[in-house]
C-alpha cells in the first residue's frame, strides 16, 4: 500500500547544532519529494522539494539528500535555531497531484 | 500577494449538522486540494479539483463528503451530518500546474472543525 514514513517521532537538538531527520518511501515510482516544516496551530510551509533524477539539492541552510536505492530521503537543517522548532514531514508526488505525507518528525530545538 | 485563504479557521458543530469549509487558492492558481490532519497524525489526501473538474477523489469518504471547486467562487469542501469522528483539521492547498513543471503545493493555514 501507500506509505511514506518517518524513522523518529521526535528529533531533539542542540540550537547551532546541524539536525538530520530523515524519511522512508515504499513506492519505487515516485517522482517528487517534498519536505514540509508545521507549526502549531498553522497549515504546512513548503521548505524544500526534489525530483526522483537528482540525489541532492540544497536551499538555504537545509539540503535534501535522495537514495533511490534504498528510497530515503533526508533534510539536513544547519546550524539550526529556536525558530526551526516544529513538525518536519515528507511527503511524495506520483504525478498524480496528491502528496501521500509521512506522519512528521517533532524537531525540539534546545536553547 | 495573498496566500491561500480559508475560512472559517474555527468551527464547531454539532452532530448531524453540515459543515462548510471554503478555501480560495492563490491568485493565479487553478488547482485546489483538500487534506484532513487528525491530530497528531500526518495529512492524508481527499480530494483534487480544477475549476469545475474533479480530478481525483480517491481519499473522499464515499458518504457525506462533497467538494465543488466552481468557476467562480472559492472551492468548498462539504460535510453533510458531521460525526464526532469528522472532528479534524482540513487543510488545502493550491497549485499552478504546468506541463513539466512540479507540483509543488501551498497550504492555507487551515479549518480545525470540532464536532459536539
Known amino acids: 500500500g501507500e506509505s511514506v514514513g518517518l524513522h523518529l517521532p521526535t528529533l531533539s537538538v542542540q540550537e547551532g547544532d546541524n539536525s538530520i531527520i530523515n524519511c522512508a518511501y515504499s513506492?519505487?515510482?515516485?517522482?517528487?519529494f517534498i519536505w514540509y516544516k508545521q507549526e502549531s496551530g498553522k497549515g504546512p510551509q513548503f521548505i524544500i522539494d526534489?525530483?526522483?533524477?537528482?540525489d541532492k539539492r540544497q536551499g538555504q541552510r537545509v539540503t535534501v539528500l535522495l537514495n533511490k536505492t534504498v528510497k530515503h530521503l533526508s533534510l539536513q537543517i544547519a546550524a539550526t535555531q529556536p525558530g526551526d522548532s516544529a513538525v518536519y514531514f515528507c511527503a511524495e508526488n506520483r504525478n498524480t497531484g496528491k502528496l501521500i505525507f509521512g506522519q512528521g518528525t517533532t524537531l525540539q530545538v534546545k536553547p | 500577494n495573498a496566500g491561500v485563504m480559508q475560512n472559517p479557521r474555527h468551527l464547531v458543530r454539532r452532530r448531524g449538522q453540515e459543515a462548510r469549509l471554503r478555501c480560495s487558492p492563490m491568485?493565479?492558481?487553478?488547482?485546489v486540494y483538500w487534506y484532513r490532519q487528525l491530530p497528531e497524525e500526518g495529512l492524508k489526501f481527499m480530494v483534487y479539483l480544477q475549476k469545475e473538474n474533479i480530478i481525483d477523489e480517491s481519499g473522499m469518504p464515499k458518504e457525506r463528503f462533497s467538494a465543488e471547486f466552481p468557476k467562480e467562487g472559492p472551492s468548498i469542501l462539504r460535510i453533510q451530518q458531521v460525526v464526532r469522528g469528522d472532528s479534524a483539521a482540513y487543510f488545502c492547498a493550491s497549485s499552478a500546474l504546468r506541463e513539466g513543471a512540479s507540483y509543488e503545493q501551498y497550504f492555507g493555514p487551515g479549518t480545525r472543525l470540532t464536532v459536539t
Open positions: 513506492n519505487s515510482a515516485s517522482d517528487y
Open positions: 526534489i525530483r526522483s533524477n537528482m
Open positions: 491568485k493565479g492558481h487553478s488547482h
